[in-house]
C-alpha cells in the first residue's frame, strides 16, 4: 500500500450516540469532550480485537462516561472528521455509530477525570459538536 493509498482510505472507528428520555418525556443526548481539544463529542474509539462494533461502541461509552445501557447491533449511521494524532498529524476517520439506550450512569469510570459530560437536548447537541456529518446524524437520530 502506497502512502497515498493509506491516505486516502479512511480509518475505521466505532462510536455510541447515548440517549435516554428526560424527565418531560423528551429525548436527550450525552456528549463528552474530547481530550485534547476539549470539543463536545460522542463516546468512540477504535475497533477492538474480539469485540462486535457495537461491542466495542458501548465499551468506549463505558470508559469515556461510564455508561450503562442497550446498544442497538445496527449502526444508525456513519460520519467522517479528522482526528488530530499524538504527533499532531491528522488521519481521516469514518466512524460507525450505534445508539445507546442509557440506563444507568455512573460516578466512577476509567476516564472520568479526562473528560466532561453534558446531557442536551437533540439540538443542542447538534449545535454543541463541529463535525458535520455527526451534527445530521443527531438531527436524524432525533426525529425517528
Not at 450525552?30 to 481539544?37: A, D, P, Q
Not at 461509552?61 to 499524538?86: F, S
Amino acid at each position: 500500500m502506497t502512502l497515498l493509498d493509506e491516505e486516502s482510505e479512511p480509518r475505521r472507528q466505532v462510536g455510541a450516540l447515548p440517549f435516554r428520555s428526560g424527565r418531560d418525556g423528551k429525548t436527550k443526548i450525552l456528549l463528552v469532550t474530547s481530550r485534547e481539544s476539549r470539543r463536545w463529542v460522542i463516546p468512540k474509539g477504535w475497533p477492538m480485537k474480539g469485540r462486535k462494533p457495537f461491542e466495542a461502541a458501548a465499551r468506549e461509552a463505558y470508559e469515556e462516561a461510564g455508561l450503562r445501557g442497550a446498544v442497538g447491533k445496527r449502526p444508525i449511521g456513519l460520519y467522517l472528521y479528522q482526528k488530530r494524532l499524538r504527533n499532531l498529524d491528522t488521519v481521516l476517520c469514518q466512524v460507525k455509530v450505534f445508539p445507546l439506550e442509557v440506563r444507568k450512569q455512573l460516578k466512577h469510570f476509567p476516564e472520568a477525570r479526562q473528560r466532561e459530560l453534558r446531557w442536551f437536548t437533540p439540538s443542542e447537541a447538534a449545535e454543541a459538536v463541529s463535525e458535520p456529518g455527526l451534527a445530521a446524524l443527531i438531527r436524524a437520530a432525533a426525529r425517528t
